[in-house]
Structure formats: structure tokens, C-alpha cells
């Protein structure tokens, strides 16, 4: 029952504007684009050496007994892209509740696209892969990277519906759950759960805030770092925890948005009745005035939507292109003992298998009667987008690393595998989606 009141309350008011969701994750894929550019010509220079020295770079954190230490790759690895995961648990959460999944009728075309495009990539993988030394290679083609499909998408402007971008972000979101899930259950090392027991207790600390409704963001930080911390000593891969936390994060407003503009109104009235001052401080008055609106103001905004404001950019701008920036660079010159049956596997089930489990899925919803194809939606669209969901880079190449461990040999296999399905893919879809824009434009 409150759950349903607050999905009223906070229906329209929590989607984050799509629109400028579109231009950060294009702006991302560009920089992601430049960043693996740029490890690969850094990795293969005359300077090679310093871009793995830099990388395996051993950083150390110590309080007193206290020890962690890590090379940067690991600190990058398992510390940023927590942040990243705690983003995509925050969309996640979102789009259940109140986003493009939050209902049966709207979630269907999406979540049987992301369940052929994640079930006909693994089958093709397995078909594909007999060498029993890389079958821990099959989790790699499962999911779609949203910023550089999106930014493929950006490129052809507005010959391409909203709709298909919200179906594109909508089933990538979807693979990025079996991706999570997958790296929880299958690509975690040996758990000891005395310390995932331990980490129960911050876990219920923050549940318990959420159903109170109340949001702290220093106890959150400072219980997510502990909770953090543990998972990475237990065996679980320290991502993992981030999407956890993030579906700790309350979504509802503890005001409502009228009762809010109300007092915005008459704070704003009693700050012009002020009187002006002739230094350039504020008056006790002003301060406390100004510090009744901050409060009033952060009533009113969901934690939720403003963290994932908050982060979307440092993710977009920052995370994700110093990521390509330290696993993108392979080393051509040593790659004598590449498993090239291997890249082969992973490149055309990014590419079939994508293509065509996304298609099947959505093609059979729509005939089955289980979805409905948006009425400004082709299928020759639907099609494009299939393959530029083949573009699997950044969580690819995260799961390679787990996959594959301490082997340089196979994860450098793998790398090639994703940049060469990714790319083709992302050719291929734009291809499609620009033929169809044209000949659309014609008929029209």
C-alpha cells in the first residue's frame, strides 16, 4: 500500500529528463572512444613500458594494523567501477519503480529483447568455444554498453525516434542486471561469508533508513565504504556491493513538490524584504534564510534521483573513460600466444549472437501477443538496434578480467575479441539505422 502511494506521489517528478541522459552518455561514448584510441597507440609506442609500469603501480592505504594494497589497475577495477555499479543500481531501482520497466505492458518488449540478447550470445559462445581452458569466457558477451550504442544512436539525429532510444536504454539496463548477477554468483572467488555476515549489519542500517525514509548522506558514504570493504575481502567482487547499496537509497520525497514551491515562495519573499547591506557578508537573517531553503530543498528532492544526478557525470566523464584508458591497451607486439579461437568466439557472439537474440525475442513477444511494438517503431529499427546492442565494451571487458584472472594471454584475447565484435556491430547497426533513415525520408 505505500509503495503504491509513493509511485503516485513521485510519478512524474523523479524521471530523470531523458533528453540530457542521451547527451551525457553520447559525450561518454566519445570520450570512451578516445580513451581506448589512446591506450591502444600508448600501449603499442615506444613508451609501452610506462603504460604498464603505471597501471601496476602499487598504491597502499594503511590506518595503524590497518593495510590494503593494491595495484592502481585493481584500485580502478574494484574501487571505481563500484562507483559505476552503484550507478547502474540506482537506474535500476529507478526504472522498476517508476522508469520505462515499472509495468508488465511496458517492460515486455525490453525485458524479452535483454533476455534473447543475453540466453543466444552465451548458447553461440559455447557453441563457438571447445577449449575447456576459456569456457570461463561465456559471461563476456552478455551485456551492451549504453554509452557507446547511445552515442552511435546520437550520430544519426533525429531520423531516430525517442522511443527506439528509450527501448535501447531500457533492455541495456536489463542486461546490465544478468551482468551483475552473473559476476555475484559465477565470477566471485572462493566467498567466506563470516564477512558477508558482518557486512548484513551496515546492509540492515541502511535498509532500515530507507524505510524510515530517511537518507544521510555522510552514514550512507561512510556504511557503503564498510560494506565495500568486506565484500572485497570476502571473496564477492566489491562491485556487487555498489548495486546493493544503491537499492538502499530511498526514492521518495519526505515533502511534497507543491507544499515545496510554497515555501520556496515565501522564503524568497522574506530574502527581497531583507535589507541590502553595504559589506559584502550576509546578515544573520540572510544566512539563516538561505539555510531554511537548503533544508527545504533537500526535503524535496528524491536521495535517489539527486545521487544519480549527482554521479551520472563524474561516471560518464571520468570513471568510465580512465577504465578503457587502463584495460584497452593491448599490446600487439606480444600477442604470439593469443587464443585467436577465443577473440573469434567472443567477437561473433557479440555480433550474432546479439543481433540475433534481441531480434528473435522481440520479433516473437510481438507475434505471441506478450509486447507491443511502439506505434513510431519499425522493426527494421528494432533490427539496427540489435546490433549496435553487440557493442558489449566496457562491462565485456570487466567481465573478461574476472573471467580470465592473473591469465595476461586470455584477457588479451578477449580484448581483442570485444573491440573487434564492437566494432563491427556498432558499424553494421549504424549502417541499418541509416538506410532506413533514409529511405524513410524519401517516402515521406
Known amino acids: 500500500m505505500k509503495v503504491k502511494s509513493h509511485s ?45 609500469e603505471l597501471w601496476n603501480y602499487t598504491l597502499e592505504f594503511k590506518i595503524q594494523n590497518f ?14 567501477m563500484a562507483i559505476f555499479f552503484f550507478l547502474i543500481g540506482l537506474e535500476i531501482k529507478r526504472e522498476i519503480l517508476v ?12 525485458i524479452l529483447a535483454a533476455f534473447g540478447g543475453i540466453l543466444i550470445p552465451v548458447t553461440l559462445f559455447f557453441l563457438l568455444n571447445q577449449n575447456p581452458e576459456t569456457a570461463e569466457g ?9 554509452a557507446f550504442s547511445l552515442a552511435i544512436l546520437q550520430l544519426l539525429g533525429k531520423r531516430v525516434p525517442l522511443s527506439l532510444k528509450i527501448f535501447l536504454t531500457a533492455f541495456a539496463i536489463v542486461d546490465d542486471l544478468g551482468a551483475v548477477l552473473t559476476i555475484a554468483i559465477f565470477y566471485s572467488e ?25 537518507f544521510n548522506k555522510f552514514l550512507a558514504f561512510i556504511l557503503s565504504c564498510i560494506i565495500w570493504l568486506l565484500f572485497l575481502k570476502s571473496g564477492i567482487h566489491p562491485t556487487v556491493a555498489g548495486v546493493l547499496i544503491a537499492f538502499t537509497i530511498p526514492i ?10 510554497k515555501k520556496l515562495k515565501s522564503i524568497s519573499d522574506e530574502i527581497c524584504n531583507t535589507k541590502d547591506n553595504s559589506i559584502p557578508i550576509l546578515t544573520k537573517e540572510q544566512i539563516y534564510l538561505i539555510d531554511d531553503l537548503q533544508d527545504w530543498t533537500e526535503k524535496a528532492q528524491s536521495p535517489l534521483q539527486h545521487l544519480e544526478h549527482s554521479i551520472h557525470s563524474w561516471v560518464a566523464y571520468l570513471i568510465i573513460p580512465v577504465f578503457a584508458l587502463a584495460n584497452a591497451g593491448i599490446m600487439f607486439g606480444e600477442t604470439e600466444n593469443i587464443d585467436y579461437t577465443l577473440s573469434f568466439s567472443i567477437a561473433l557472439s557479440l555480433i550474432f549472437g546479439k543481433s540475433i537474440g534481441i531480434t ?3 520479433y ?14 519499425n522493426f527494421k529499427q528494432i533490427i539496427g538496434v540489435s546490433f549496435l546492442a553487440g557493442i558489449g565494451f566496457t562491462m565485456s571487458i570487466f567481465v573478461a578480467n574476472l573471467a580470465f584472472q592473473e591469465n595476461n594471454a586470455l584477457i588479451d584475447a578477449s580484448k581483442i575479441g570485444i573491440i573487434m565484435g564492437s566494432l563491427i556491430s556498432g558499424i553494421i547497426g549504424f549502417i541499418i539505422l541509416r538506410i532506413y533513415s533514409k529511405s524513410t525520408k524519401k517516402s515521406n
Open 8 to 52: 503516485k506521489k513521485i510519478k512524474n517528478i523523479v524521471i530523470t529528463p531523458f533528453e540530457k541522459y542521451l547527451n551525457i552518455e553520447s559525450l561518454s561514448g566519445l570520450l570512451l572512444f578516445g580513451a581506448t584510441l589512446l591506450a591502444l597507440v600508448w600501449a603499442n609506442s615506444s613508451y609501452g613500458n610506462t603504460y604498464q
Open 67 to 80: 593495510q590494503l594494497s593494491k595495484p592502481l589497475i585493481l584500485w580502478i577495477n574494484d574501487g571505481l
Open 99 to 110: 522508469g520505462e520497466i515499472n509495468t508488465l505492458k511496458k517492460a515486455s518488449l525490453p
Open 138 to 146: 561465456w559471461g563476456i558477451p552478455m551485456a551492451t554498453d549504453i
Open 190 to 214: 572462493t566467498i567466506e561469508w563470516a564477512l558477508i555476515g558482518y557486512s548484513l549489519l551496515p546492509f540492515a542500517i541502511l535498509i532500515l533508513l530507507s524505510y524510515k525514509e530517511t
Open 252 to 261: 521518495s520525497q519526505r515533502i511534497d513538490f507543491k507544499l515545496y514551491s
Open 360 to 362: 528473435l525475442f522481440s
Open 364 to 377: 516473437l513477444g510481438i507475434k505471441l501477443g506478450l509486447a507491443d511494438l511502439p506505434e513510431d517503431l
